[in-house]
């Protein structure tokens, strides 16, 4: 059975960092493209970041700099660093993983068709106030 449980929210002040992590569960992450999504309070959930099977990363421009996306394929966990938080980042952070094998997904930036799809998390909740 596919599960992603996401951890690693809390609140931090302007310039502060977090640490999210996304374990995973039924299935191996190295053959599937994985991403981040986030849903800002009266926002829809919106794709930040993704990793592809071959490694590659890819970013929205709002955290291009700030934030990094990883996985650890041995401990079925992907990552998502964030440094230099401000209080626009604040959200429910989810983490997503495609539907299909080696989909492509990440290289075309099609977070729309992953969204459709994709299995998800549950979120954890990140908040970034003054």
């Known amino acids: 059975q596919v599960q992603l449980v996401e951890s690693g929210g809390g609140s931090v002040r302007p310039g502060g960092s977090l640490t999210l992590s996304c374990a995973t569960y039924g299935f191996y992450l190295g053959n599937y493209d994985l991403a981040w999504f986030r849903q800002a309070p009266g926002k829809e959930r919106e794709g930040i970041a993704c990793?592809?099977?071959?490694?590659?990363?890819y970013y929205i421009n709002s955290i291009k700099g700030r934030f990094t996306i990883s996985r650890d394929t041995y401990k079925n966990v992907m990552f998502l660093q964030m440094d230099n938080l401000k209080p626009e980042d604040t959200a429910v952070y989810y983490c997503?993983?495609?539907?299909?094998?080696?989909?492509?997904?990440?290289?075309?930036?099609?977070?729309?068709?992953?969204?459709?799809?994709?299995?998800w998390g549950r979120g954890t909740q990140v908040t970034v106030f003054q």
């Open positions: 990793i592809s099977t071959d490694d590659k990363t």
């Open positions: 997503l993983r495609d539907y299909g094998m080696f989909s492509r997904n990440c290289e075309s930036g099609s977070y729309d068709e992953m969204r459709q799809s994709g299995y």
